[in-house]
């Protein structure tokens, strides 16, 4: 493939170098960004009320590389601190079962709602209600990444911060401090 191919198209420069790494040739590797119709969200400056939970959301397939786990982990450390949160996880997958033992074991189960699969218009809709995107993007045990997550793209049209992870291209949308922040993986 690599000798045949004329054109590459990554959709970050994470993966451009890791293709070039592998024999791609540079003129032939060219970066192609992604982008969603942000007339699909409201914009809508967030500052959560004062006394009342943040509202935090996670939307994405429920597998290790999305790092929901850690999503649970970071809101629990959250209520541990005093600090009311409202989580909402939009998604589904087989580790779902997993993924509420645990919100039940960090006993922010009453604060947490799995609500399955959403499609576009109930992510839209979730994202003009709530404060903040949570997505905790990690390397899974046998290496897969993301790309760059669409939702990261979807929550900053409709004026959401986004708290990440140093994963992936995710950095090259989301510039740590403002208006998001990123941790590393886990």
């Known amino acids: 493939l690599l ?12 993966w451009r170098q890791k293709l070039l790494s592998l024999g791609c040739r540079p003129g032939q590797t060219v970066v192609h960004r992604m982008g969603v119709e942000p007339g699909r969200f409201a914009f809508r400056t967030r500052r959560p009320e004062a ?8 939307v994405g397939r429920l597998v290790e590389k999305k790092g929901v786990e850690y999503g649970l982990r970071a809101a629990a450390e959250l209520a541990r601190r005093g600090i009311k949160i ?18 039940a074991a960090l006993e922010i189960g009453p604060s947490v709602r799995f609500m399955g699969w959403r499609n576009e218009e109930q992510v839209a ?12 993007s990690v390397t899974d045990a046998i290496g897969d990444q993301e790309g760059i997550p669409v939702t990261i793209m979807e929550a900053m049209a409709a ?8 994963h992936s291209g995710i950095p090259e949308l989301v510039e740590h401090g403002a208006p998001g922040f990123l941790a590393p993986e886990r």
């Open 51 to 58: 006394g009342e939970p943040v509202k935090l959301l996670t």
């Open 86 to 103: 409202d989580y909402v996880v939009a998604g589904d997958g087989p580790l779902r079962p997993h993924l509420e033992r645990l919100a």
């Open 125 to 136: 809709a979730l994202m003009a209600e709530r404060d903040m995107l949570l997505a905790p």
């Open 159 to 166: 004026g959401m911060p986004v708290v990440s992870t140093w």
């Open 3 to 14: 000798r045949r191919g004329d054109l590459f198209l990554p959709i970050s420069d994470v």
